[in-house]
């Protein structure tokens, strides 16, 4: 029996089907996550064995043609850690270049403004979750069944 190689090679429109952004594109990912979209993507490109990205993903990814991988494979964590690493710094880059550097400066504060806010929104939405185990109705309806 042969053993049958599967290599899933992803353009801006795949869906992941796979990991925490199960449901995705690859497009949604880097609209709705941003740099830690961008991140996520360049880690599954260079752990998941038996993934790849069309040219122009990889161009958006940062991942020069000389840091491409032979797929299917990977490479080891702290060599990933280093791609990853250039990979990023290739995108701060080239965002440097289009924003000039206090527009650059003006996106990083906006995204974490906007993370900050993420966070204590969901921190208030556990508080209400929390508070709602609690409310008289349930309190009331629990000691009427016991």
Do not use: H
């Given at each position: 029996?042969?053993?049958?190689?599967?290599?899933?090679?992803?353009?801006?429109?795949?869906?992941?089907?796979?990991?925490?952004?199960?449901?995705?594109?690859?497009?949604?990912?880097?609209?709705?996550?941003g740099?830690?979209?961008?991140?996520?993507?360049?880690?599954?490109?260079?752990?998941?064995?038996?993934?790849?990205?069309?040219?122009?993903?990889?161009?958006?990814?940062?991942i020069?043609?000389?840091k491409?991988?032979?797929?299917?494979?990977?490479?080891?964590?702290?060599?990933?850690?280093?791609?990853?690493?250039?990979?990023?710094?290739?995108?701060?880059?080239?965002?440097?270049?289009?924003?000039?550097?206090?527009?650059?400066?003006?996106?990083?504060?906006?995204?974490?403004?906007?993370?900050?806010?993420?966070?204590?929104?969901?921190?208030?939405?556990?508080?209400?979750?929390?508070?709602?185990?609690?409310?008289?109705?349930?309190?009331?309806?629990?000691?009427?069944?016991?």
């Amino acid at each position: 029996m042969s053993d049958v190689t599967l290599l899933r090679k992803l353009t801006f429109r795949s869906t992941l089907k796979f990991g925490k952004f199960f449901d995705l594109t690859v497009q949604d990912i880097l609209n709705s996550k941003g740099y830690y979209g961008k991140e996520y993507l360049i880690w599954v490109y260079y752990s998941a064995s038996k993934i790849t990205f069309m040219p122009d993903v990889l161009f958006e990814l940062g991942i020069e043609p000389d840091k491409e991988i032979e797929k299917p494979g990977c490479v080891e964590k702290e060599l990933t850690r280093s791609y990853k690493g250039d990979a990023l710094q290739v995108i701060k880059e080239r965002e440097k270049e289009v924003l000039g550097n206090d527009g650059y400066l003006e996106k990083c504060r906006k995204g974490k403004a906007s993370r900050d806010r993420e966070e204590k929104d969901l921190k208030i939405i556990k508080q209400r979750n929390d508070n709602r185990k609690f409310s008289a109705y349930n309190l009331k309806s629990k000691n009427q069944n016991n």
